[in-house]
């Protein structure tokens, strides 16, 4: 299972005191994650990964383990995730073994 915990993860108050395992399994179930599909020009399709905390996550990082795995092109900017072409189940079973909780994810039809 990867982590792509940010180095520079704030301690946020809930966190003080706690040990690093389990401040880091805190900060993923806080996530409310949020996938969908938007049409871009010319009929393209770009799924878009929202909700990731960026002061808790390395977005860039996240960004490129998804490409590499789907195979895709994509960035990480404005807070979210943007990866070409249509990818939202795949996305969501990646993150899930990843570490963040199946019930925080939701897809959008």
Same mark, same amino acid.
């Given at each position: 299972?990867?982590?792509?915990? #940010?180095?520079?993860? =704030?301690?946020?108050?809930?966190?003080?005191? !706690?040990?690093?395992?389990?401040?880091?399994?805190?900060?993923?179930?806080?996530?409310?994650?949020?996938?969908?599909?938007? =049409?871009?020009?010319?009929?393209?399709?770009?799924?878009?990964?929202?909700?990731?905390?960026?002061? &808790?996550? *390395?977005?860039?990082? !996240? &960004?490129?383990?998804?490409?590499?795995? !789907? &195979?895709? #092109?994509?960035? &990480?900017? *404005? #807070?979210?995730?943007?990866?070409?072409?249509? /990818?939202? /189940? =795949?996305?969501?079973?990646?993150?899930v073994e990843m570490g963040f909780p199946e019930e925080n994810i939701t897809?959008?039809?």
């Open positions: 299972m990867e982590r792509v915990i #940010g180095k520079d993860m =704030k301690e946020s108050s809930l966190c003080r005191g !706690l040990p690093p395992d389990i401040c880091e399994q805190l900060s993923m179930e806080e996530q409310v994650v949020k996938i969908r599909l938007e =049409k871009r020009r010319f009929g393209k399709e770009v799924t878009v990964i929202d909700g990731i905390s960026e002061s &808790a996550f *390395n977005l860039e990082e !996240l &960004a490129s383990i998804l490409k590499s795995k !789907l &195979a895709v #092109g994509g960035t &990480a900017k *404005n #807070g979210r995730i943007e990866l070409q072409g249509d /990818h939202r /189940h =795949k996305v969501k079973k990646i993150l897809v959008i039809y």
